[in-house]
């Protein structure tokens, strides 16, 4: 007999953070229709890009509209069974900077609650195994991030008016 070959999904989502006045790193979860906390994701539509499909995804999931992309965490895989189908599911994360702390959970998409988490204790509520190291490398990137001035709330100096000879 011959093995079923799993069916491919590909989706994207976004790990979002804001700046603390200390300039402590918060990052976002969300309550799933699953009633597991995680992070905003889902499928990306016809041609639509990954990075794009995670933008508005994140902003679907919880009402932030003026999200800053960082750049691509990392893509994970695993696999499952829904409905009599064997699915291989792979989705890309990216890292975003949210300006607003007031995200707002979007029932209509089946997210029940929000909470913004230091990272240690969001590794700590997180449902999904896989998630975890998702979030550990966002918030890699998101400490290099403040200790480099970059992002939303450190912006760039100014270049300097050139020196009179």
Known sequence: MAKKR???EVSSGGIVFRR???GAAR???IKDSYNHWGFPKGHLEDGESPADA???ETREETGLGDLILHGPIRVIDWHFRFRGHYIHKFCHFF???SPADQAEPQVAEGITAVRWELPEEALRV???DNARGVLRRGAEMARTLVAAGRGRAHPR????APADS
């Open 126 to 128: 997180l449902d999904y």
């Open 6 to 8: 799993a069916e491919r």
């Open 95 to 97: 890292l975003f900077e």
């Open 157 to 160: 100096p100014k270049p300097l």
């Open 54 to 56: 995670a933008m508005r």
């Open 27 to 29: 990052f976002l979860l």
């Open 20 to 22: 603390d006045p200390d």
